[in-house]
């Protein structure tokens, strides 16, 4: 949500080059997002592999070395041998594995940074995206240029921009068709690929007192 103040801590348009590995290769769909890194969750994965990984190796090699396992896998093994398949413990584990599966399956189809909006390309090679608060920055500052608006917050989604303004002069549905007219070219300055839908509300300040 954007506030009335100055551009400081406002978020720059992200731009993705190519690598030449990569090639220039065919224009990006209408639609398409910018993926996530996911850096912390394959940073928790990759983490706790290597934690289990790094156990088992070290209790077989002992056990190679004709030391006695660890009682941790020995004690796994006998669980998972003498328990059966409908036990309580077995299923409540097996979902838990299932959900975890789930979640990484959606992280990898999936291609977050839902905070960035794409936008039209200009050059093949390059794509650009707009930050939603910056988007929302920018029509705020618009909308503060009509006359009659006191005050304006703008929440920028991914398809929809609302807008809230307190007008303390003028003609609300003046105002309002102004906002409307005003914006809705700001938008489409902001070169979208998919221009964000438009809605505007207007009303009087609270009384004091």
Do not use: C
Request: a positive charge; glycine letters at 8%.
């Amino acid at each position: 949500m954007s506030e009335p103040g100055g551009l400081q801590g406002s978020t720059l348009p992200v731009l993705e080059k190519p690598t030449q590995e990569d090639g220039p290769g065919p224009a990006a769909p209408a639609d398409h997002r910018f993926w996530s890194a996911r850096r912390v969750p394959a940073g928790v994965v990759a983490a706790l592999l290597l934690v289990v990984a790094a156990a088992f190796l070290y209790d077989v090699a002992a056990v190679r070395a004709h030391r006695t396992a660890m009682a941790w896998r020995s004690g796994l093994a006998r669980q998972l041998a003498e328990r059966p398949l409908d036990d309580i413990w077995v299923l409540v584990g097996a979902g838990v594995a299932a959900a975890l599966g789930l979640w990484l399956i959606l992280l990898a189809v999936t291609p977050g940074l839902r905070g960035v909006l794409p936008m039209r390309r200009a050059h093949p090679d390059v794509r650009a995206g707009l930050d939603r608060d910056a988007a929302a920055l920018v029509l705020r500052d618009r909308a503060m240029e009509v006359a009659g608006v006191q005050s304006v917050k703008v929440r920028a989604g991914r398809r929809k921009a609302d807008v809230r303004a307190l007008s303390h002069f003028r003609d609300l549905d003046d105002v309002h068709a102004d906002l409307d007219a005003v914006l809705t070219d700001a938008i489409r300055g902001l070169g979208l690929v998919r221009p964000l839908a438009l809605s505007v509300h207007v009303r009087r300040p609270a009384k004091k007192g």
